[in-house]
């Protein structure tokens, strides 16, 4: 196509801009890089379609393996970008996967789902949903992938996102305590909420005077035309009309914040919520004051972001915590 001469529909800058034919021309995040054995860290990735009919995709991590029988912990990985750009194939995001599965030593699954405004919420949804199925397929030792059926721990299984991911780990581990849901056939230990993409109508702390905030009002009706309400539970799980955070399906949750980011204090709420509701868990909070949103996929190799990383890992690590 001659994007000279294209008509423009309209934009969502500086994230993407969309033609009157349809066209979605996304500015960020095109960049790819391809599966490989990382020379840097000795873990090795590969690419692997899992629902063809929708052309849902993960990328594997497999970190370089002292014994080839041993049972690693395994998580499942949602990338940000707020629901509108993003892969794993994503240079910042396949980095940071690399260097965590050598960290924690852990096998990974980087769920590549679709992408709004083509696919609407709740397509990223309904993508995590199957992919986390996909998953759950090999954990009575059968399923076509051999990383999982020979390396993966089942009685480790946690998820993970940044941002608009740490949503969707969200609402994956809530549909998984969903009695309704169908289940999963295996169980969930934890999530990972790193500087989680949560909203409201009503603005919050600091909110109301962050620089980004009409571009936040704006970003759920437009990823959710069907529910455009801020105050929708899928973007914001502390509404008056959310399922109750008793029926969050894990029993070990960590939200990681920025000190610096507009979504700090929904992380900070989040974390308050669900330490108060009830549920039978041990829930985590960890600030990293001065920092902006996403500081450690920019910038890896900064102090802060290797603490990130060390805390992640310790976390995906530790052994069952005592229930009370």
């Not at 940000?80 to 699954?109: C, R």
């Not at 960590?254 to 308050?272: C, N, P, S």
């Not at 600030?287 to 995906?316: C, I, S, V």
Request: charged letters at 20%.
């Amino acid at each position: 196509m001659d994007m000279s001469k294209a008509e423009v529909d309209h934009e969502f800058l500086p994230f993407l801009r969309v033609y009157k034919d349809g066209h979605v021309e996304r500015l960020l995040g095109t960049d790819s890089v391809p599966a490989s054995l990382d020379s840097e860290t000795g873990v090795s990735s590969k690419d692997v379609l899992i629902v063809p009919d929708s052309g849902v995709s993960a990328r594997l991590y497999l970190p370089k393996l002292a014994d080839a029988n041993q049972k690693l912990p395994i998580l499942v990985y949602f990338h940000g970008g707020g629901f509108i750009i993003g892969h794993p194939s994503t240079p910042m995001y396949h980095h940071h996967l690399n260097l965590l599965v050598a960290e924690a030593n852990i096998v990974a699954v980087s769920v590549a789902y679709r992408l709004a405004p083509e696919n609407p919420i709740p397509a990223a949804y309904d993508d995590s949903w199957a992919a986390l199925q996909w998953v759950a397929s090999h954990s009575k030792g059968e399923g076509p992938e051999s990383w999982l059926t020979e390396h993966a721990d089942f009685g480790r299984v946690f998820l993970a996102g940044e941002s608009s991911g740490a949503n969707i780990a969200h609402h994956m581990a809530m549909r998984a305590g969903d009695p309704n849901s169908g289940g999963l056939g295996m169980e969930i230990l934890g999530i990972a909420l790193v500087h989680p993409h949560f909203w409201g109508a009503t603005p919050i702390g600091s909110e109301a005077m962050a620089p980004v905030k009409a571009l936040f009002d704006r970003l759920w009706p437009y990823v959710c035309p069907s529910q455009p309400d801020n105050d929708d539970p899928q973007i914001n799980p502390l509404a008056a009309n959310a399922p109750s955070l008793l029926g969050l399906g894990c029993t070990r949750v960590i939200v990681f914040v920025a000190g610096k980011d507009a979504l700090r204090d929904r992380g900070w709420l989040y974390y308050e919520s669900l330490a108060r509701s009830g549920w039978i868990g041990v829930v985590e909070f960890a600030e990293t004051e001065g920092e902006e949103h996403g500081f450690h996929l920019y910038n890896p190799n900064t102090e802060t972001a290797r603490e990130l990383l060390k805390r992640l890992a310790f976390f995906l690590n530790r052994e069952r915590p005592p229930l009370v």
